[in-house]
């Protein structure tokens, strides 16, 4: 069984200021992890990802993540947060067969 | 390339009815699968089709149902409908070489009165 834990509902940043996403996982086996952005009214956007080759990896639009085995975290971050970032976050872990299980999501407030 | 294409986006339905929703993925991609997004339980997996077969399934009642043709393309089905299955249904398709990374459509927004 897999599942995905978002520890944050609501994340409210300044613009300009560092952005942290907290998402813990849990699996009997390597996953592949995934943050996903979907802004109002769209479909979800592929942010980045962790097939098990470097534990620190870099998306798009500036936005970071990093594997803690150890910790069982899949963290986002992003050094200076923009208005446009405002949007809904999903941390989602996808098994070896293809299932797919999404966490309930993180909504971030940028603040001008 | 093309992106995913659901149709129609929108749509208004009664109590009792059924509702077909229609996904296009991404040409060349041959895993589909459908999620119902609600603001009180969140995205939720349906099912998951890869040429022809569901392959994954989640814990929706029969009610809930699809399928995919020999051209990728896949239909979603909710019979019987009810006010709950009020939600934003999206699909999402996968290429067999990159695994997991799934290219999202639009969505179709259902409303059941």
């Known amino acids: 069984a897999q599942s995905v834990t978002q520890l944050d509902s609501h994340v409210s940043v300044s613009e300009g200021t560092p952005v942290l996403l907290r998402c813990n996982y849990s699996s009997s086996y390597s996953p592949s992890l995934f943050w996903y952005v979907q802004h109002p009214n769209k479909g979800l956007q592929l942010l980045l990802k962790y097939t098990s080759a470097a534990t620190l990896v870099k998306g798009i639009n500036g936005f970071e993540a990093e594997f803690k085995k150890s910790e069982t975290s899949f963290h986002l971050t992003k050094p200076s947060a923009h208005m446009s970032d405002a949007a809904e976050y999903f941390c989602?872990?996808?098994?070896?067969?293809?299932?797919?299980?999404f966490g309930d999501g993180t909504t971030l407030t940028v603040k001008p | 390339k093309a992106g995913v294409t659901q149709t129609p986006r929108y749509l208004i339905k009664t109590r009792g009815q059924q509702v077909t929703l229609s996904c296009s993925p991404i040409?060349?991609?041959?895993?589909v699968s459908w999620y119902q997004q609600t603001p009180g339980q969140g995205l939720q997996f349906l099912f998951e089709y890869f040429s022809e077969t569901q392959r994954n399934k989640g814990n929706f009642p029969g009610r809930f149902s699809g399928r995919q043709f020999s051209n990728s393309r896949s239909e979603m089905n909710v019979s019987t409908l009810e006010l709950g299955d009020s939600a934003l249904y999206l699909c999402?398709?996968?290429?067999?070489?990159?695994?997991?990374?799934?290219?999202f459509g639009e969505g179709s927004r259902l409303t059941v009165l």
């Open positions: 999402a398709s996968s290429s067999v070489e990159v695994t997991g990374e799934l290219f």
């Open positions: 989602v872990v996808i098994s070896n067969a293809g299932k797919s299980t």
């Open positions: 040409s060349g991609h041959r895993s």
